[in-house]
């Protein structure tokens, strides 16, 4: 039983383990807790793009066309009422212009807007090139919580992954099939 003693290991009756009794029981990286380094930058909040007048006429046309298709085969007002505000929401939205966001890389967040997203409750970051500004995106452990996306501009990017790197892994990855989509229809 001696030989229990000298493990680096041990047991604490609350409920807890850790290397010593004291030991700091917070689920931040050892690189993250040394950390002092911070940056700070604006960026658009999304990338805009610009749609000419075929694009909202195409868009009326498709919403109209299968909104008819819908109520000829189902007869049901309900879907077809869905479809036509669906085509409506993507026209406000396709309208609205990107606002300038305030980003900033500090001790165990990202702060966007001031609103603060801590990274123990992400597992990895991955860089992805949209246009004339790249993003970080930081992808959460929880399973329906929503990636979170951080604009800014190539020249910016080594400093920003260095920092983030100290905090959080980075994840080689793709866009997802509906970013491809939404990338192809410019939305």
């Not at 409506?88 to 900033?104: M, P, S, T």
């Not at 190539?154 to 400093?159: L, R």
Request: charged share 20%; aromatic share 12%.
């Amino acid at each position: 039983m001696d030989q229990q003693d000298n493990t680096p290991f041990q047991y604490n009756p609350n409920g807890s383990a850790g290397d010593t009794p004291d030991a700091d029981s917070s689920p931040e990286p050892a690189v993250a807790r040394g950390s002092s380094k911070a940056v700070s930058w604006q960026a658009p909040e999304f990338i805009e793009h610009h749609h000419p007048g075929s694009w909202y006429a195409a868009l009326v046309v498709i919403t109209a066309a299968l909104a008819a298709v819908v109520y000829l085969t189902t007869k049901d007002v309900f879907a077809t009422g869905t479809i036509v505000v669906m085509g409506a929401i993507v026209w406000v939205f396709a309208g609205h212009k990107a606002g300038l966001a305030q980003y900033e890389i500090s001790g165990r967040e990202l702060s966007i807007n001031g609103k603060r997203y801590p990274f123990s409750a992400y597992k990895s970051f991955t860089v992805l090139q949209e246009g004339d500004f790249n993003s970080i995106n930081l992808f959460p452990l929880k399973r329906f919580m929503p990636p979170i996306s951080a604009y800014y501009a190539p020249a910016d990017e080594q400093k920003i992954t260095d920092v983030l790197g100290d905090h959080l892994p980075y994840e080689e990855r793709q866009m997802d099939s509906i970013d491809r989509l939404a990338r192809r229809l410019r939305l």
